[in-house]
């Protein structure tokens, strides 16, 4: 099962919006809506940010959102903080005898 | 307070065993599937294992499937790891995670180190 495939870097000034891209296959990103996001500081462990492709855990701010569009799911940042720089990662549940697959994490960069 | 501890970490020749344990508390730990989850130095997160509530199903990544074995302890409220025959590329931080729905992993300890080297 190879790593869902997303951007190394994405970078943004406080207050605009970004987009994390996650492209996986039909087996895993494509067939379900089970995509989630996590967050993850350095020397910390990951923190939960969205699940089921769009469904936000309590105490996440709803500046954080998800999406997905055939194979290719979406992780959207609005009003970029100083605080959101971090390293994000996908997953998803997949279809072969594993049944979870990691992005290959994207670090945010606040200008 | 929902918390998990891991624990059991630490260096080990190649070729070596390693057990790690995950102690729960604040939870219902019986009623949850659990993970393992890795992340070698400066790279990205790797799903190791996955041990359902009742320990019916349990599963591998190929990387590691023939040398560990993911157990657990609902009367204890723990999750194992043993690790044998480790190689250098098994060098990580290890954590425990539970799992919400079927693809959220929504509580994360803070991770045991295990290093492999001679």
């Known amino acids: 099962q190879s790593a869902l495939t997303q951007p190394a870097s994405v970078s943004g000034s406080p207050g605009q919006s970004i987009t994390i891209s996650c492209t996986g296959t039909?087996?895993?990103?494509?067939?379900?809506?089970?995509v989630s996001w996590y967050q993850q500081h350095p020397g910390k462990a990951p923190k939960l940010m969205i699940y089921e492709v769009s469904n936000r855990p309590s105490g996440v701010p709803d500046r954080f959102s998800g999406s997905k569009s055939g194979n290719t799911a979406s992780l959207t940042i609005s009003g970029l903080q100083a605080e959101d720089e971090a390293d994000y990662y996908c997953s998803s549940y997949t279809s072969s005898s594993t049944p979870y697959v990691f992005g290959t994490g994207t670090k945010v960069t606040v200008l | 307070e929902v918390q998990l501890v891991e624990s059991g970490g630490g260096l080990v020749k190649p070729g070596g065993s390693l057990r790690l344990s995950c102690a729960a508390s604040?939870?219902?730990?019986?009623?949850?599937?659990m993970n393992w989850v890795r992340q070698a130095p400066g790279k990205g997160l790797e799903w190791v294992s996955s041990?359902?509530?009742?320990?019916?199903?349990?599963y591998y990544a190929d990387s590691v499937k023939g040398r560990f074995t993911i157990s657990r302890d609902n009367a204890k409220n723990s999750l194992y790891l043993q690790m044998n025959s480790l190689r250098a590329e098994d060098t990580a931080v290890y954590y425990c995670?539970?799992?919400?729905?079927?693809?959220?992993?929504?509580?994360w300890g803070q991770g045991t180190m295990v290093t492999v080297s001679s």
């Open positions: 041990i359902s509530s009742s320990s019916s199903y349990i």
């Open positions: 995670a539970r799992v919400i729905s079927l693809d959220a992993f929504d509580i």
């Open positions: 039909s087996s895993d990103v494509g067939g379900y809506n089970y």
């Open positions: 604040g939870f219902t730990f019986s009623s949850y599937s």
